[in-house]
């Protein structure tokens, strides 16, 4: 049996022509500029002369660039913080704000504007935040008779830029929890006071396994933002030759092309962190097929 509604004669026509647009930047924008970083890895490239070929080697390289290699660990760690930061929290502010209180949207689009408001803008409150010297942490410490802290310091920027990444993150989150917390019928919980259940109890037997996939969603969208962290790490730990305090690897991408115009080797760490997001997404959707459970 066919179920909806197919486009008939002209409207099909409709269809194509409206679809046309989009279709022509997903073949030639994410298709296409996939299939040129996938080229360009394979060659010498300083944007200035012919590409060369160098086969193998910017590949090779990768194994052996203890640069990369420290950007792969930075980002490591930082997924390995940022992910369960972002869904944990995220998920405990949208249980707070599925509530039916007077002035509850006032606090959801408070939540959310992190969301919507400029990476830039938002890299330069948290510099006066955590300014060493004028910054307003290091102030209160002051008050406190405590120490002042480099907070974007090597010792201290890992974790200072989780805080601002995950900041910036909640309200995204926010919005895929709400959306999975009102879909679960009231009368589960009803059902559940009845029976004399507490509000913790409610949680872990009711509302944690019905917005499973809202966690795996959340999880890998996560995830995924993770390994292209740039903007906050770019504007908090920058320091001169395009360097970084916790250089990651979008990091390393961004000067390896357009400090060093070596634009092969950076289609080539592209193209690897590619495959390793790839990887992790088809273990996601192994787990997803054990621990996630849709009605």
């Known amino acids: 049996m066919e179920f909806g509604i197919k486009p008939l004669g002209r409207e099909r026509l409709w269809l194509w022509?409206?679809?046309?647009?989009?279709?022509?930047?997903?073949?030639?924008?994410?298709f296409g500029s996939l299939l040129a970083t996938i080229a360009l890895?394979?060659?010498?490239?300083?944007?200035?002369?012919?590409?060369t070929w160098a086969g193998l080697k910017n590949y090779i390289a990768l194994f052996t660039d203890a640069k990369f290699l420290k950007s792969l660990s930075n980002t490591a760690i930082f997924s390995a913080m940022y992910v369960p930061g972002v869904v944990i929290i995220s998920l405990l502010v949208a249980v707070l704000l599925n509530r039916k209180i007077r002035g509850i949207g006032i606090f959801r689009t408070a939540y959310y504007l992190p969301a919507v408001t400029s990476a830039v803008a938002t890299a330069?409150?948290?510099?006066?935040?955590?300014?060493?010297?004028?910054?307003?942490?290091n102030y209160v410490l002051g008050l406190l008779h405590l120490q002042p802290i480099c907070w974007l310091c090597t010792s201290h920027a890992m974790v200072s830029v989780v805080i601002v990444n995950i900041w910036g993150a909640i309200g995204e989150g926010m919005i895929i929890f709400l959306a999975g917390l009102t879909a679960i019928p009231r009368e589960y919980y009803e059902a559940a006071m009845m029976d004399g259940a507490s509000l913790t109890k409610q949680f872990f037997r009711i509302t944690l396994p019905l917005i499973t996939p809202s966690i795996f969603f959340q999880t890998l969208m996560a995830t995924i933002n993770a390994f292209q962290a740039y903007d906050y790490i770019y504007m908090l730990t920058r320091q001169g030759q395009g360097d970084s305090n916790i250089p990651?690897?979008?990091?390393?991408?961004?000067r390896n092309a357009w400090y060093f115009g070596n634009y092969g080797g950076a289609s080539a760490q592209a193209i690897e962190l590619t495959?390793?997001?790839?990887?992790?997404?088809?273990?996601?959707?192994?787990?997803?097929?054990?621990?996630?459970?849709y009605e």
């Open 275 to 293: 495959v390793i997001v790839a990887m992790l997404m088809l273990i996601y959707l192994w787990l997803e097929k054990r621990y996630v459970f």
């Open 41 to 51: 890895s394979f060659t010498n490239w300083d944007l200035l002369s012919s590409p």
């Open 124 to 137: 330069l409150v948290w510099n006066m935040i955590y300014g060493k010297d004028t910054g307003i942490l």
């Open 17 to 30: 022509t409206l679809l046309l647009p989009t279709l022509f930047g997903l073949v030639f924008s994410a």
């Open 248 to 254: 990651v690897v979008v990091f390393s991408i961004y």
